[in-house]
């Protein structure tokens, strides 16, 4: 998971001076991905909790299919949210020490967007280990 967030940070990173280039300006950055993020995150934490209210709280059996969709999508959002994440971190990253409105405004939006990924991460991690089946209690 590391290496993708290297590999996001140094693309992240390397995309303002190529758009650039090659576009003739960067692009921006608006208030729509960090709040997607975010309710990815939201729904992440959710799944996670309600997963392991269930399978570790109540010790309910999950069905199979169901404890597989949810394990694939945790770990999904995991990788991604870390690739996402150095993306985010390393364009926020080329922004700074720019005196500009602009700047500022792809900082904070990039900023926030880095925020959110961490925190699917974090949350793709927790639904992964909700996922766990217990070990039982009986000595066989």
């Known amino acids: 998971m590391t290496a993708l967030a290297a590999v996001g940070l140094l693309g992240g990173w390397v995309w303002n001076p190529l758009s650039v280039s090659l576009f003739g300006t960067a692009p921006l950055v608006s208030w729509a991905p960090p709040s997607a993020l975010g309710l990815v995150a939201l729904t992440l934490l959710v799944t996670a909790r309600a997963t392991h209210q269930q399978v570790h709280v109540r010790r309910e059996r999950l069905e199979p299919h169901r404890a597989v969709n949810r394990l694939a999508f945790g770990r999904a959002a995991a990788y991604v949210g870390a690739l996402v994440a150095g ?42 280990r909700a996922c766990r089946v217990p070990a039982d209690d009986k000595d066989s």
């Open 87 to 128: 993306g985010y971190g390393g364009y926020a990253i080329s922004w700074l020490g720019v005196p500009s409105d602009s700047a500022t405004q792809r900082l904070v939006y990039s900023g926030l967007a880095t925020l959110a990924g961490v925190v699917v991460v974090i949350g793709g991690i927790l639904l992964e």
